[in-house]
């Protein structure tokens, strides 16, 4: 070994190379969150809808409107309205909605659990059917079976999901009575289980509540079923898609040479080395999800963050808008972030050395 | 033997030969062997021979369509089941829904040409190089794409629109600058995975320059997963043209886009489903057929000849 | 760990689960709580609960429910005046006064005693703050300055005092309409921030009498409104109001018909005919104050030939209209003043006639047609009949461009006079003529930087003369003069004005069978929950 090496300088360098990666990671994240606020707050000064318009209503006077908007500050230069904006959401404070009259993070912590139980189970859904049905259809390649996944998952990604919405609460709901209507709970629920997380499901189990909470299934089942079809058609396109890549591999032409079993190769070798670029494909697809979709929220009736941003945006409600972003761009962040994780922990070629 | 059939056993033979003598002859024998590859699979060439029929239906829709596209009689012919006058029934301003699908294929097929066009090379560039000079690069160009991920979609659509005006032109930049993150993430996921592969050392080993790495020997093996990726969004890009309409960024009324019309649809669902269903099934089938194409190309394309 | 990843057995798992809570919970119960009346509608139009401040139709409703006021209209005849606060009231001779005497023994819900102090502050307040509905008072002569000395209180009584004589049902009329809802001042001044009257605080939360109050407002989500005990009236006949909010009208037909709401108030006219031979089911239905119409903006030089105005009238297909696009919602209507209001006129002269127009555009320079736009909102009924304008109207040579945007996006444009064609609506701030008068047919000062913003103003009609009878028609004390006025005003607003009026809205409700004594009030704060009765 050349070089000096004194005792300690080992760990040292180690740990001085954890605080730079630290340190560089800080900053990346920092910045991403600045160029999002900044690039949205600048959006959103160029959109033609006036939010002073949202708050005081056609009827009022110029007046009143000229007076509104001075006391939004919305007069300023653009320059000064971020600056004071960052400030505040640096003291943690992200405004006030002009719809609502809340604070905007009050707002967001009511919607987002409501999109959080929805995207969750679907993901559940879509991942835990659609990864299995993908490698079926990479191993029985150009079968009924792979001909089949591929028209079913096709199916649920090209019909416009208010179609399908409104035809599955007709058949469920309404003809067959299998699950509850649109709207996340009954109302004789309604004010039986107190909020303590917001996810009716844990806020219910919490409190005892089982009638409760069934019910708040029963609610979450067809809508959470609609979303992991659609996200299911693309996370089995891609699982075969993937799968296909791996058993062309010589590894799996020597690993049958050397006997092992079909299974254990599809499972335990090929999907495994799947997994890598599988995850971000997942991810993407919960982060999609935790996003909201209006379309499923306007359909059943789903107070979520999907309804929450688009009304604020048509309304032209920055703080809330604004608030919205830090939240969706966080998930996504979040979740990159953890796929990368993941990706050194299970393939040691990404390892950066 | 006469000199013609030597002549054509004789090209077969030059473009299939082990040894190629020329880089020229080795390229168009990979493309014919390609070619070859894809006719074989029957389902690739049934998606071709639609998305050909589709593209031939855009170009004759005025000879073919029976009645105006946007012309209806709203006491007459609104709201009309499909019957043997009008085959797909009629919408709610009483036009001929067949009529107006044929004319909205030329829409439709325009914004999802264009936006492949546009998103998936930038994603492919964008993922390989982040992927393949990973550092600072990587970081930057990770970031970057993270913030276009993070946005709502609909805030940059209505930006753009903001800044270009409504119209189905402006919705397809638009659905095209929010396309192309997640090609990039792909491309960047497979690019980490075989950067450090043998084929890739020894080619760095004979002196080739990062460029050249990425897009004559990274990029084609990527190519094959944003492929299948694009053929899936088919189907998204048109509803998310659609979603645009609802907010008025998209088609401008009468326009027979697919997406505008299953918007338009939407109040009769549950009496009259043919409305949104005729253009749904229609985006079903183009998107099945670029899906199936897909995948032949993906195939024919693949270098290391799947079998 | 590992057996986990056996996709097989996750599989299994999942399924296990999920069949195992569907299991346990029981076919969801499709009936509402035998004490609850259960109201789907789309609200997310509310912005704020304070009276003073609110004026979307939705949140109307709620205050018309939650909130008493000096004086309410019989539902059954608008044209007659009911004592609600006050007991009753006269008018000076002069007009300029009208004096009224408080009843007795009132209480607000918050226990605190509703007295002539209340209702004084209360009017006081409306005008202080000068929010959107405040020109309803301030349009008789009350600003800052002058308001606790116009409206005051003294003993049992107060005294309310306008500027001008004013015809005494405008006034009267105007005090029905919720700005001038009574709120409790102990109440309020015991929450206020900065000297805000409590306005901060009654944004999102209740200080009335009304029969119903109000407990939770979850915006875009619900609104809970509770049976207030200490009304001093006729107690509500249900326990709990609760309206949902969901969007789409298909959704809501499926709720009302499984049973899980009680009302829905936002159904299509496909979805009215569909349950029309629902047995569950019934209808019921009002003429509102709003009509629906076309303007055409006056800066544009085509659109401002008096001939072309008259010709685009001829170019909309009213009859086919009226069948298809707006069947039980709306009635064609063809003039400014919404039926049931004093003066209003049923004379509907236009018909889809090409030929005509193509005469009168040629008259006007314009045999070949001109090119046009129309700002449009993507929302039903609006989307339906500008397209049907548009293929119409085609037939005359005028081409039509339509941009489609949201609600938001087309009204600014509007209000910046910008626009060529536009397309909305507008309805009755309080049941008098002069509501619409005043917007419609009135426009003192057409400059670009006028205060005033009429619709007339916003189409850059120029209209001396016929302000001038507007302001005359807001004075006529007699009732049967009055309607003369306006009889006329309307007769020339049909022929030369900028506005082509479609309909007049309906607003349908279709509820269970099993409820009584729903009605629809001819404004929304008319629409009265607590009378409703549930079987």
Redesign the interface.
Known sequence: MTGASSPGSGLGKRLGNQASILS?FAA?VL??YL??LA??FF?GR?????PV????????????VRQVREDLGLNKPLWDQFLIYIQKVLQGDFGT??????PVMQ?IR?AFPATFELATLGI??GA??G??LG?WAAVKRGGWVD?SV??MG??G???????LG??A??VF??KL???????RI???F?YSVPRVSGLLLLDAALAGE??AM??A??HL?LPASLLGYFSL??IS??TR??M??EL?QEYVITARAKGISERRII??HA?RNAM??LL??VA?SY?HLL?GS??TE????W?GLG?????S????DMNA?LG??VI??????GL?LFTDFL?RVL?P??R?E | MNTNTMAATGWRDWLMSDAPQSRRQATLGRWYAGWRTFARNRLAVSGLVIVLLLVLLAIFAPVLAPFPPFEGDLVKTRLLPPSTVHWLGTDDQGRDIYSRLLYGSRITLMVVILVAILAAPIGLIVGTVAGYAGGWVDAVLMRVTDIFLAFPRLILALAFVAALGPGIENAVIAIAITSWPPYARIARAETLSIRRADFIASVQLMGASPWRIVTRHIMPLCVSSVIVRVTLDMAGIILTAAGLGFLGLGAQPPMPEWGAMIAAGRQYVLDHWWVAAAPGAAIFLVSLAFNLLGDGLRDALDPKGVK | MRILQRPSLRLSLVCALSLAMLATMAPAQAATPKDTLVVVTAMDDIVTLDPAESFEISAGEIMGNAYDRLVRYDVADPSKLLPDVAKSWTVSADGKTITFEIKDGLKFASGNPLTAEDVAFSLQRAVILGKTPAFILTQFGLNKANVAEKVRASGKTVVFEIDKSYAPTLVLNCLTANVASIVDKKLLMSKEQNGDMGYAWLKTNYAGSGPMKIREWRANEIVTLEKNDSYWGAKSKVNRVIYRHVKEAATQRLLLEKGDADIARNLTPQDLDAVASNKDIKRTSTSKGYVIYLSLNQKHPALSKPEVREAMKYLLDYSAIGQTLIKNIGTIHQNFLPVGLLGASTDNPYKLDVERAKQLLAKAGYPNGFKVTIDMRTVQPYQGITESFQQTAKRAGIEIEIIPGDGKQTLAKYRARTHDIYIGQWGADYWDPHTNADTFARNPNNADDAKDKPLAWRNSWDIPEMTKKSDTAMFERDAAKRRVMYQDIQADFRKTSPFIVVHQINEVAAFRSNLEELKLGPTSDATYMYKVNKR
């Open positions: 560089r990346t910045l991403t160029g999002l690039v949205t959006i160029v959109i033609p809808i006036d318009l949202s708050i005081v209503g056609d009827r009022a006077s110029e007046e009143l909605s002009i719809l609502t009259s809340n707002d009511r559940l859904i835990g059917l990864i299995p490698v001909q591929r028209v096709l199916l990604y090209s019909m416009p999901i208010f179609w409104l035809m609460l007709v709901y309404a009575d299998w699950v509850g209507g649109p709207g009954d109302i004789a309604e089982w009638e069934g019910n299934f029963s089942v058609a693309y396109r891609m898609s993937f296909l890549n062309s499972w335990n999907l890598v670029p971000t494909v993407l982060a996003e209006v379309l306007t359909v059943f009736a107070p309804l929450y941003i688009t009304n945006l048509q309304n032209a808008v919205g972003t969706v761009g966080s998930i996504f962040i990159n990706y393939d070629r990404t950066a």
